[in-house]
């Protein structure tokens, strides 16, 4: 007889079983009761209760077959449980050549007839089965089945109430013993973590202080100090629950004491924190060679209340020595390493040094200040207007984070942005950017339709650019938000379109087969190769701030931005001047023929309610024929820097006012 085949989830269903703790136990009445019914229902000899363990079934309750269990592989049961939510009926064995040869047919109990209704836990999960057993062949009126279903779900409420019982039996255990024992528990209290029983933080820091007492007197003694936290743990807590939450933690401190050897101390610090402490090591092989045997440890699957669950640590290793006079010094130091891992892409562990303490404790805290920003709503868009150098208008804005920090203020770009590239979180907060000004910008089109046409720059940083699902993201994120692809403008920088031409090449077809607009940006200050601009699809050059500002002290300055406005005009592009900050450099730049500008000259950054504000009022430059009207209005605004959040719509600045 062929053996029935493995359930997929059969490694979720062997720990659902083993939960209810009822192998190999004793016979209960409530199962026997159950099972009689059973016989009694299917007017058959033979009745089981069957529970699927690996390699056997085993016999809760019994009528007329007088065994305890059998091999899985003889096991009708193994088959029923493979179709939870259906009976398994056999007729007759010997017509079914999956039972023919079967012992339990050829010998006693010599079984011609078999039915059974799967044990179906709360998870899902098949645990065995009520079935009934005949020595003739037979059959189950439709009646007679949906009895065998009721006693099934009858089983399965035992099973539970069991469960529970058996719980709360041990919670009353655990209070009468925790009221006999009420001094030694206050004691543990003191001393013990209550959720994995692992020593707390004070017990940690007696047993530290003693070390580092022993290391003075003895001179050449050393030790270290292993700082752990589970990564991502937040999100199986959210997700999961927090009993799933504590039930893990529970199963990393026994993993990580079976690491352990009988003198080293594991401590639980804080929340998702473990804290190792190291006597007496040789060298920092020691320590490492530790950390790198729990990675492997915590590689392995969790099964929690039926769940399969992975989790992963960071470690900071700290070593004993100068420096290190008090316990906090130490925790510190493992600490602040620990937040290196974390940076470096978790799932990993760092050593301590005392050269990148300064550094360290100012980068980590802010990156673990950008890791929470997005979660907890700290990022914000301000809006800087694009203006059409001819006629004034506003054609678009560009789209640009700004952080304000609950405690720092307002947190530079040039802050956080390097440190957002260096740890990865750009590509989350581009990602962020990115929905949140197309979804912007489609809610302005559709409150102000009678404004001209407006687009929204994105910009894109290398890794953003570099992920190969961005396609298919810059797709949905249009979906999502509604907004029609050729709104939006993504501006890529130089160094990374060269990085790998190939790539990029297809990239850039496939986004402008979209219809979205490419913008290269910083145009300039990189590789500048007329090679690549002709072979890549680029729409806009955008001419680097740093050479509009030096136009007028510096005539090639201002060479370089006539032959980059040249230049794009001879490849069929448009240009734009970024960093305009004065009436003489637009005038300047409309002269040489730039199509687009954008500085603070036009405005400064604007938050989304200044946008509307802008949008919603008349235009406060007016046309004058003469640059002195024009340059005296500008004076004006300046004296009213206010009323710069609402100028230029729908402007116009005349080539007699403008040149």
């Keep these: 007889m062929p053996a029935a085949a493995i359930p997929s989830n059969e490694s979720q269903r062997l720990e659902s079983l083993y939960q209810y703790q009822i192998l190999d136990t004793a016979a209960e009445k409530c199962f026997d009761d159950l099972v009689h019914l059973a016989a009694h229902t299917g007017n058959t000899p033979i009745a089981v209760m069957s529970l699927v ?13 007088g065994a305890k269990e059998t091999c899985r592989s003889d096991s009708f049961c193994a088959h029923a449980i493979l179709q939870p939510n259906e009976l398994l009926i056999i007729n007759d064995t010997l017509k079914d050549e999956r039972f023919a040869t079967n012992q339990l047919v050829t010998s006693e109990p010599h079984i011609r007839f078999y039915a059974g209704a799967p044990l179906v836990a709360p998870d899902g999960s098949a645990l065995g089965t009520i079935c009934v057993m005949d020595t003739v062949p037979g059959e189950l009126s439709t009646q007679q089945q949906e009895g065998l279903r009721v006693l099934a779900n009858q089983v399965v409420s035992q099973l539970e109430l069991r469960r529970h019982v058996t719980k709360l039996n041990l919670e009353l255990e ?38 580092i007492e022993w290391a003075k007197q003895d001179g050449n003694s050393s030790f270290a100090v292993l700082f752990i936290d589970l990564d991502r743990f937040k999100v199986v807590n959210d997700s999961l629950g927090h009993l799933i939450g504590d039930q893990l933690l529970v199963g990393v401190a026994r993993r990580l004491e079976n690491c352990l050897r009988p003198n080293q101390t594991l401590a639980r610090l804080r929340g998702d924190g473990f804290t190792i402490l190291l006597p007496e090591i040789k060298d920092m092989s020691d320590a490492t060679n530790l950390a790198e045997q729990i990675q492997k440890q915590l590689a392995l699957p969790f099964y929690l209340s039926g769940k399969e669950v992975f989790t992963s640590v960071s470690m900071g290793i700290a070593l004993s020595g100068a420096g290190c006079e008090l316990p906090e010094d130490l925790l510190r130091n493992a600490h602040l390493a620990m937040y290196r891992a974390k940076v470096q892409g978790k799932a990993c562990y760092e050593v301590f040094s005392a050269a990148m303490y300064d550094r360290a404790v100012a980068l980590l805290q802010l990156e673990m200040d950008l890791r929470r920003a997005i979660e907890y709503e700290e990022f914000c868009l301000h809006y800087q207007p694009i203006v059409s150098l001819t006629t004034g208008s506003i054609i678009g804005f560009e789209a640009l984070i700004r952080w304000q920090h609950p405690e720092r203020g307002l947190v530079s770009p040039a802050e956080f942005i390097p440190l957002a590239e260096e740890t990865g979180m750009i590509i989350p907060m581009g990602d962020w950017v990115l929905y949140e000004a197309c979804h912007q910008l489609y809610a302005w089109q559709k409150k102000f339709p009678s404004t001209l046409p407006l687009t929204v720059s994105v910009n894109l940083s290398g890794k953003q650019f570099a992920q190969p699902n961005l396609i298919e993201q810059i797709q949905q994120v249009l979906q999502k938000t509604g907004l029609d692809a050729r709104n939006l403008k993504l501006e890529i920088t130089e160094s990374a379109i060269v990085e790998n031409p190939e790539y990029a090449a297809n990239t850039l077809r496939q986004l402008r087969q979209l219809g979205v607009q490419l913008h290269m940006d910083d145009f300039g200050t990189g590789y500048s190769s007329l090679s690549y601009l002709q072979r890549f699809p680029i729409d806009t050059l955008k001419i680097d701030q740093s050479f509009v500002s ?15 406005t040249n230049l794009a005009q001879n490849l069929g592009m448009a240009g734009v001047a970024e960093g305009v900050e004065t009436l003489e450099q637009a005038a300047r730049l409309r002269k040489l023929g730039c199509e687009y500008g954008q500085g603070d000259f036009f405005s400064k950054p604007l938050n989304a309610q200044a946008v509307e504000a802008l949008l919603e009022n008349k235009p406060l430059f007016q046309t004058h024929r003469d640059s002195s009207n024009w340059l005296g209005q500008l004076n004006y605004f300046l004296r009213h820097p206010i009323l710069l959040y609402h100028s230029l719509k729908n402007t116009s600045l005349s080539k007699e006012g403008g040149a």
Excluded: C
């Design 174 to 211: 655990q209070n009468l013993t925790k009221l006999q024992s009420a001094e030694g528990q206050l004691t543990r209290h003191a001393f013990y973590d209550n959720l994995t029983n692992l020593p707390n933080r004070a017990l940690l820091m007696n047993r530290l202080e003693k070390e």
């Design 53 to 65: 363990d690996g390699k056997r079934q085993w016999f809760k309750a019994e009528v007329g077959i």
């Design 550 to 564: 030096n136009m007028a002290a510096n005539q090639e300055d201002g060479e370089i931005v006539r032959t980059i």
